[in-house]
C-alpha cells in the first residue's frame, strides 16, 4: 500500500457537501419508494389484492427500470449531473404520484402501484451509478473513496428505512394465514396506513425535486484535481475498452454476481422468512439492521481506503469471505431439519445483519476499483455497466422467483454461492491504480 501523500493543489469548495447531501438524499428516497411493497407484503395483500407474483413483480421493476441504463450514462457524460439528477427526480416524482391517486377500482389501482415502480426504477442508473462520477468532479482525492461511499450507500439506506416504516405504520393482517377471512374493518384500516406511507413518500420525493431544481450544479467552477480535469474517452470507445478488457469483467463479475442475488433476496425478505414463522415486523428489524451496518462499516471502509492507498482487493477479500461465511450459516439454519441447527430470532438477526453488513459495505470499494482499473473511462459509464450487469443478474433470480415462490431453499443457496464465486474472482485479480497515479505522481 502507498504511504499517505499531500493532496495536489486543486480547489475545492464547501458546497460540496452540499451537492452530495442533495444526491445521497434522492437516493435515499428511491431505494425507499422501491422497497415499500416487500416488508408489508402480507398487508398488501389483504388491503389491495395483491398475489405473491405481484410482490415479486413490484420488486422486480427496480432491474426492470434498468433497461434505458445506456441512455442514462450518454446523457450524464455529455450534459453533466444537473440534468441527468433533475430528470430522475422528477421521475421519481411522477412515479410517486402515480401509487397516490386515489382510485376505487382495485384493478386499475394496482396498474397505478406497478406504474409508479417502473418510474421510480428508472431512476435507479443515476443514484446506483453517479457517486463516482460526483466524488471525481467535486471531491479531492484524499475524499474520494468517502464521497463515493456516502453517495452509493445512502441509496440502500432507503431500503433499511423502508424495513423500519412500513412494518412499524402499516399493521400485520390478523391471521395471515387466512387473508379472505379478515373482517373489512381491518382491511380498510390497512389500506389506509398504507395509503398514509404512500403520500409521505411522494411528499418527501418532491421536497427533494424542489431543492435540486433551486440548486444543483453540473460542476465547481475549478476542478478539485487532475484526474477531474483530464480528458476522458468517448462514449463509444469507453465501451470498447470496457469490454475488451479482461481485468474488469472480472471484478465486474464479482460485484454484479453476489449483489444482484442479495439485492433480490432481501427486497423479498418477509417472503422468504414468513414460512419459517418469522413475524412481519422481525423480517422488517432483521432487514433495516443489516442495510444499516452495512451502510456504517462500508463509510468506515472507505475512509479507511482514503488513508491508506492501495488496499482496495485486501479489503474487498476480507469482506467477500465474511459475506460467504454468513450466508452459508443463514442456509444452514434455514434448513434446521436437515442440519439441526438452532433456528431462533437471535441467529437468523446475527447471520442477516453480518449478511448485510459484509456485502452493502463492499459497494463503494468495488466502485472505486473500478474506476481506478479502467481509466480514462468515464466513472458514470464504469459503474452503469456493472450496476446494469447486477440488476440483470437481480432480474433474472427475481423472474424465476415469480414461478418458483412456494419454497425458497434454492433461493438461499444462491447466497452462498454467489459469494464464493466472487471471493475466487477477487482472488484471481491483479489490481491497478492508474487515476491515484495521475493524482500523486504525474501531478506532482
Known amino acids: 500500500p502507498a504511504a499517505r501523500l499531500p493532496p495536489l493543489s486543486g480547489r475545492v469548495y464547501g458546497r460540496r457537501w ?71 427526480s422528477s421521475l421519481m416524482v411522477l412515479g410517486a404520484g402515480l401509487r397516490c391517486v386515489p382510485v376505487s377500482d382495485l384493478d386499475i389501482r394496482k396498474k397505478l402501484i406497478h406504474g409508479g415502480q417502473l418510474l421510480n426504477g428508472l431512476a435507479g442508473p443515476t443514484v446506483m451509478n453517479a457517486a463516482p462520477f460526483l466524488s471525481t468532479t467535486w471531491f479531492s482525492p484524499d475524499e474520494r473513496a468517502t464521497a463515493t461511499a456516502i453517495a452509493s450507500l445512502l441509496n440502500y439506506l432507503g431500503c433499511a428505512g423502508a424495513f423500519l416504516v412500513g412494518p412499524l405504520v402499516v399493521p400485520s393482517p390478523n391471521g395471515t394465514a387466512h387473508l379472505l377471512l379478515a373482517p373489512q374493518s381491518n382491511t380498510e384500516h390497512i389500506k389506509d396506513r398504507i395509503e398514509a406511507v404512500l403520500y409521505a413518500e411522494f411528499g418527501m420525493v418532491s421536497l427533494i425535486f424542489s431543492a435540486a431544481l433551486a440548486y444543483f450544479p453540473s460542476r465547481p467552477p475549478f476542478p478539485p484535481s487532475v484526474a477531474a480535469a483530464s480528458q476522458r474517452l468517448s462514449y463509444r470507445r469507453s465501451f470498447c475498452r470496457l469490454l475488451s478488457n479482461f481485468r474488469f469483467l472480472m471484478i465486474a463479475l464479482a460485484y454484479a454476481i453476489p449483489l444482484g442475488v442479495f439485492s433480490g433476496w432481501s427486497g423479498v425478505l418477509d417472503l422468504i422468512l414468513t414460512p419459517i414463522h418469522v413475524s412481519q415486523v422481525d423480517a422488517g428489524w432483521i432487514g433495516f439492521w443489516s442495510i444499516v451496518g452495512g451502510c456504517v462499516v462500508g463509510i468506515a471502509m472507505a475512509r479507511f481506503a482514503d488513508f491508506i492507498r492501495g488496499m482496495l482487493k485486501f479489503i474487498l477479500l476480507l469482506l467477500l469471505s465474511g459475506a460467504t461465511l454468513a450466508s452459508t450459516w443463514f442456509t444452514l439454519t434455514c434448513l434446521t431439519s436437515v442440519t439441526h441447527l438452532p433456528l431462533t430470532t437471535a441467529t437468523l438477526y446475527t447471520s442477516c445483519i453480518l449478511l448485510g453488513i459484509f456485502l452493502n459495505s463492499s459497494v463503494p470499494i468495488f466502485f472505486e476499483l473500478f474506476v481506478e482499473t479502467v481509466y480514462p473511462v468515464p466513472e458514470g459509464i464504469t459503474c452503469g455497466v456493472v450496476t446494469f450487469l447486477s440488476n440483470v443478474f437481480m432480474g433474472v433470480l427475481l423472474f424465476f422467483l415469480t414461478f418458483y415462490h412456494t419454497e425458497f431453499s434454492w433461493f438461499n443457496w444462491c447466497l452462498p454461492g454467489s459469494c464464493l464465486l466472487s471471493l475466487l474472482l477477487i482472488l484471481c485479480f491483479r489490481e491497478s491504480y492508474d487515476r491515484l497515479y495521475l493524482d500523486v505522481v504525474v501531478s506532482v
Open 18 to 88: 452540499l451537492v452530495l447531501l442533495l444526491f445521497s438524499l434522492l437516493g435515499f428516497a428511491q431505494g425507499l419508494v422501491w422497497n415499500t411493497w416487500g416488508p408489508i407484503q402480507n398487508s398488501a395483500r389483504l388491503a389491495f389484492g395483491f398475489s405473491g407474483w405481484d410482490i415479486a413483480l413490484l420488486v422486480f421493476w427496480g432491474p426492470i427500470g434498468f433497461a434505458p441504463c445506456f441512455f442514462f450514462m450518454w446523457l450524464m457524460d455529455k450534459k453533466g449531473l444537473r440534468v441527468t439528477v433533475l430528470l430522475t
